[in-house]
T-cell receptor, first 118, second 113 residues
Framework: AQTVTQSQPEMSVQEAETVTLSCTYD???????LFWYKQPPSRQMILVIR??????QNATENRFSVNFQKAAKSFSLKISDSQLGDAAMYFCAYRIAYSGAGSYQLTFGKGTKLSVIP | GAGVSQSPRYKVAKRGQDVALRCDPISGHVSLFWYQQALGQGPEFLTYFQNEAQLDKSGLPSDRFFAERPEGSVSTLKIQRTQQEDSAVYLCASSYAQGTEAFFGQGTRLTVV
């Protein structure tokens, strides 16, 4: 079974600074996707960034980038120029790339609560 | 609709009561998921529909949990004889097709007292 581990329950960052959230995962599959989701107090999960395991290049979306280390099964999220609106719970998630008639469900970590200090 | 809509946003149930949680997916989305998110935890998979077919219900914690999507659009998650451990946020997500990006609703927070 796949597992996703986020070892930092809480993190804080000064506004305009950079912060890195950690995630490790365990899988026997070779083709899969990794995601970072943001969950503000409204509870709605918002996709921040996605990485395909077959791609060596790290994904980037504006101020958000990842450091994907496939051999180490590590997938960290870097937030640059942190803004007050970045404060939220962040979840790392895994999904198999192909499962035939399977459900493609997401497996989530327990989350990291990010606070942004003005 | 513009996004995934869930109702009610909040539900308080007395232990032993039956509850029904509704999910309106994005129009045209074939795949629909239910997740359960306990306090301080990440969401955990409950069940999956492709159109009206429930293809995976491996995450349902007990036979008190039942989900349906009779016309391949709106889905209802029903919990019978609720217990305190059922207290959680129930999230619904839909996607256009198998394996495409899932869009989440704002969830229903269920509190069993």
């Amino acid at each position: 079974a796949q597992t996703v581990t986020q070892s930092q329950p809480e993190m804080s960052v000064q506004e305009a600074e950079t912060v890195t959230l950690s995630c490790t995962y365990d899988t026997s599959e070779s083709d899969y996707y990794l995601f970072w989701y943001k969950q503000p107090p409204s509870r709605q999960m918002i996709l921040v960034i996605r990485q395909e395991a077959y791609k060596q290049q790290n994904a980037t979306e504006n101020r958000f980038s990842v450091n994907f280390q496939k051999a180490a099964k590590s997938f960290s999220l870097k937030i640059s120029d942190s803004q007050l609106g970045d404060a939220a719970m962040y979840f790392c998630a895994y999904r198999i790339a192909y499962s035939g008639a399977g459900s493609y469900q997401l497996t989530f970590g327990k989350g990291t609560k990010l606070s942004v200090i003005p | 609709g513009a996004g995934v809509s869930q109702s009610p946003r909040y539900k308080v149930a007395k232990r032993g009561q039956d509850v029904a949680l509704r999910c309106d997916p994005i129009s045209g989305h074939v795949s629909l998921f239910w997740y359960q998110q306990a306090l301080g935890q990440g969401p955990e998979f409950l069940t999956y529909f492709q159109n009206e077919a429930q293809l995976d219900k491996s995450g349902l914690p007990s036979d008190r949990f039942f989900a349906e999507r009779p016309e391949g659009s709106v889905s209802t998650l029903k919990i019978q004889r609720t217990q305190q451990e059922d207290s959680a946020v129930y999230l619904c997500a839909s996607s256009y097709a198998q394996g495409t990006e899932a869009f989440f609703g704002q969830g229903t927070r269920l509190t069993v007292v």
